[in-house]
Nanobody, 115 residues
């Protein structure tokens, strides 16, 4: 059983910052790619950023220069630093982790950015 637990979401004013964490646990020694997706009300889930096991990143254009993904492989934990947040960043954020050909998903954490 593999679990991903996100934390760090909340309410912030536009221009503020939040740091999301994603702790992975279970019968997996290490993960390949990790990533963050988000889903805003009435919209499809979209990729925010992904990071390979070697540290290669792929950001959505809408967050480039504002969000930074990182990971601590020893702890099987991923992070998403979000700066200069905008109201359009409001969404439920989900972390993902790939292992053994399967993509695991967290339960999601709400991020709300007020104008």
């Amino acid at each position: 059983q593999v679990q991903l637990v996100e934390s760090g979401g909340g309410l912030v004013q536009a221009g503020g910052s939040l740091r999301l964490s994603c702790a992975a646990s279970g019968m997996i020694r290490s993960f390949n790619a990790m990533g963050w997706y988000r889903q805003a009300p009435g919209k499809q889930r979209e990729l925010v950023v992904g990071i390979s096991s070697g540290g290669r990143t792929n950001y959505a254009d809408s967050v480039k220069g504002r969000f930074t993904i990182s990971r601590d492989n020893a702890k099987n934990t991923g992070y998403l630093q979000m700066n200069n947040l905008k109201p359009e960043d409001t969404a439920v954020y989900y972390c993902t982790a790939d292992a053994n050909g399967f993509r695991y998903w967290g339960q999601g954490t709400q991020v709300t950015v007020s104008p």
